[in-house]
DNA sequence: CCTCATTTTGTTATCGCTATCATCAGACAA
DNA sequence: TTGTCTGATGATAGCGATAACAAAATGAGG
């Protein structure tokens, strides 16, 4: 029986996938030196390695991961631990992570675990033998995790914790700034009421985006009221309450800056309720970009924050600090990545 | 120096460090007919297979995947492209497939494409040599998309699919079922004048969801008003547009039931902007169970997909279908899962 | 022109498992 | 008994990649 198939794709189907020998034939050269190019090898004169790259290319060659995992006495593994599946921020921070995990032949293993079940699932997955762990939001702010990451002297990286945390990496955006940016924007629109609906406590970057919108108001000579100020727990239904408690205010603001799109989301519908038109009669904007800034209309003006980069990243600082490994502390890097103000539909001049 | 790195990672008790032939060599028997034992292998004397089970058993064996990928050739590639991030209903996709795709050490490639660009992104990952591909909706219901699968005889599985395709296997829940079950429930509070917002046309389990609403009410001996069913294409704006002129009719519906979560929550948003009541005076009812039926205030009662179970019998239902291909055309398994129906805060009893 | 230090490249030996074929023990007909 | 056949088992050879070491090429300095 022949296999009626024989074209492009007879390629595919176990036996035809191109292997390192075939590259290593149709550039000249060892398998080996083709390993060496493929794994950023040092020491690999440029034209050979040129030549092997375009072997590959050529033969649009990927490596078998199976026999590399064998080979190599098992590949890297990194864990994954959240907690909250913001669904929203979870999928585009896994996009990152999956894609940069892919094409660097790391095992990622994804963990979820419960409110106070998280030392339990990191244990899980240490005792699962990982080689690092990324802690995206609020996990990366747990103070009993970053003690156990720091006792078992595992590499870490913690993302959008909102500050550096001794001991462990983190990849973040200035909070700060990007709160202070907003509020200057909001401020060029010609508000100078504007509430401000606080994150959770628990976490540095609500403390952070606070500090931003004083800095701006301070900065713009306006006196910051308290009463402008109201807590959050960066959920839905607090952002609902904090909104009811600002739009009841006898002196009501124009704008309410709130510290992400969740809560942001709550202050629309609050306002809608009242009857107040946003944004003719009152100017919100949420923090983060996430889909629910765009599911619900209007559509939220928000800062974005550039999370499967931000995943993307932390994957990376993990993957070198294990590459260069010598047996001893973890090293601490913390980057900084840029974010974007993104006007939408919820903020306009002040009438 | 000595390798503090090596000894730290040998203290993390390495799963799997027992191989074959230590197996082999417990139980008194060559490497090769351990192999078979574990394989559900023929021809091996059952007094063998009970020694070398025993060893297994006592050894705790587990066998290493790579190699055994490596062994038998080939290791797995399977795609998941998807187009439309519905974040919510995306993490939990991605969180079941990559779940069970690392337990059995396949490949998942996991591509995005921007509407229009199905088919090119399809091509590019099959021309990455997979050896499957899983469709999320709304991909699931590309009639190209399909073509090409078919076209290409490469194994392809449908989730939420809303019914079998030809040529792909598929995993669905009834939604027929489901959408009746929660119409009787609507029912079941005293309800009579029920709305109903239809999906996008283009996917098949908004016909299927539409089909269920009607059958329950005719069961339940209610004419089908036509101006109580309203269209919409499964976004929150479609949603607000739908809701708007349902309760805008003269004898407004008492219930609404959403084909989806985003337009059940804006079904919640337009009533609050007449002020009126949910659920008091409006019961609310979506369907799928994403994040925002959570997020919002009140909760949504909805109709519960297993999504990442549903994920995860994709890929197993391509691992099979790969792992059992002759060369021939791909099989086309259908698999039904249970939904659930979930009640919470948008429902009440008809006053 | 030769030596030594330093790249750069190639060789060999696995990694853990399974295909393939050879081998061997027993069953049974002649 | 002898030969043949069948099913159970073992020996050998990779799968595709990398580690570790060996060899060759390069370059600097005397």
Redesign the interface.
Known sequence: ?T?G?GS??G?????G?VTISEVAAKAGVSPMTVSRVINGGKNVRSATRESVERAIAEL?Y?P????R??AAG?GVRIGLLYSN????Y???F??GS??EA?RNDV????E?CDAGGEIAAARHL????I?GLILPPPLCNSPELADLVRRE?IPAVAVASGLPIKGISSVNIDDFDAARAMTDYILSLGHRRIGFIEGSPDQAASGRRREGYVAALTEAGIDVDPALIAPGLF???SG?AAAERLLDLPERPTAIFASND?MA??TV?AA??R?IDVPRQLTVCGFDD???AT???PELTTVRQPISDMSCAALQILMADIAS????EPLERCEIVDFTLIPRETTAPLQ
Request: hydrophobic letters at 40%; glycine letters at 4%; aromatic letters at 4%.
């Open positions: 029986m296999n198939n492009v794709r390629s595919r189907r176990g036996r996938e649009d990927s078998n991961i199976a026999a995992r064998l098992g599946p913001s669904a929203a979870l999928s585009e896994l996009v999956l894609d892919r095992q990622l293993i994804v979820k240490l005792d699962s033998r080689d002297k959920t839905y239904r609902l969740d989301a709550a519908a809608h309720r009857a996430t889909a629910l599911t619900i209309w490994r010598n047996g001893d």
